[in-house]
Structure formats: structure tokens, C-alpha cells
């Protein structure tokens, strides 16, 4: 389960579950040319009633199983779709931890199979869950940023 300090359990899943080794959604992804990658299996729910092809990592992290998964699904170009926080910048473009080491980001280890874009989410909202009018979902969907790739 994923516990805010102080607050209820956010997600609870199935003792055993290796959410590092599943993409939530990926079973619904067909060949296609874009698809939206998220942090959480809600926010790729809400993506998927709006028309857009999404999984969910389970968190920020992309473990090496996730890469593969999403590799093997051969979109055209990967959305990121991430929380309007510090912590999804960073899992977007890499950082330094604690010992100085350099942790590559989602975008660039993405890059090697296929186009890369992020979304910025406006002011006001935390994720594109919170984003409740279509129209302004597929401004935000559409006015992505191209990062780079093949």
C-alpha cells in the first residue's frame, strides 16, 4: 500500500504483487502511435475514457522490466505523463541521489526506441486525473513537448 505521512492508504495491492514487473493497462494497448505513460493506474483509467492509449508505471520509477515492456510495445512516440511535481520532473530527466550518482531519466532511457514528449500540466492541477474537462485534456494531450528520440 502507498500511505501519504499521516493520511489513508492511497493504492493497496495484492500481497505479491511485483508492480515492477507490470505495466497497469498494457494488456488494453494496441499497435498504435502514441501512448501515454503515467505514475498511477488512475490517472492511465481516466486517459483511456478520454481516447488515449496509457499505462501506468505503478510509481516514478521505470524498473528495467517496465523499459522492456514498454519497448515491446512499439508505439510511434511516448507521452509522459507525469505529476506536476518535483518528483516527476526528476523521474522525467534524471537527477542526482543522495551519493552523487547520476539516475537516468525515463525520457532518455525511452529515447533509444522511439520519439519522447512530455505534457506540461497547467497551474492547478496535480496530475491530468484532476484535469476533468476533455477539451482541456487534449489541449494538454496535443501541446506536448517533443524531448527527442528516434
Not at 109 to 135: H, T
Request: net charge positive; with cysteine.
Amino acid at each position: 500500500c502507498r500511505k501519504p505521512k499521516g493520511g489513508e492508504p492511497k493504492y493497496v495491492y495484492s500481497t505479491g504483487l511485483k508492480t515492477s514487473k507490470l505495466l497497469f493497462g498494457e494488456y488494453n494497448i494496441e499497435k498504435g502511435e502514441l501512448l501515454c505513460i503515467t505514475e498511477g493506474p488512475l490517472d492511465t483509467i481516466w486517459l483511456v475514457q478520454h481516447g488515449f492509449y496509457s499505462v501506468a508505471l505503478f510509481g516514478l520509477a521505470m524498473s528495467k522490466e517496465q523499459e522492456i515492456r514498454l519497448r515491446n510495445l512499439k508505439p510511434q512516440e511516448y507521452i509522459i505523463c507525469l505529476d506536476n511535481d518535483e518528483a516527476g520532473q526528476k523521474a522525467i530527466y534524471g537527477y542526482k541521489d543522495d551519493a552523487g550518482r547520476a539516475r537516468t531519466g525515463i525520457a532518455e532511457r525511452l529515447s533509444k526506441y522511439s520519439a519522447v514528449s512530455y505534457i506540461k500540466i497547467p497551474n492547478g492541477f496535480k496530475d491530468v486525473q484532476e484535469i476533468r474537462d476533455s477539451l482541456i485534456l487534449n489541449k494538454v494531450i496535443n501541446n506536448r513537448t517533443v524531448i527527442g528520440g528516434i
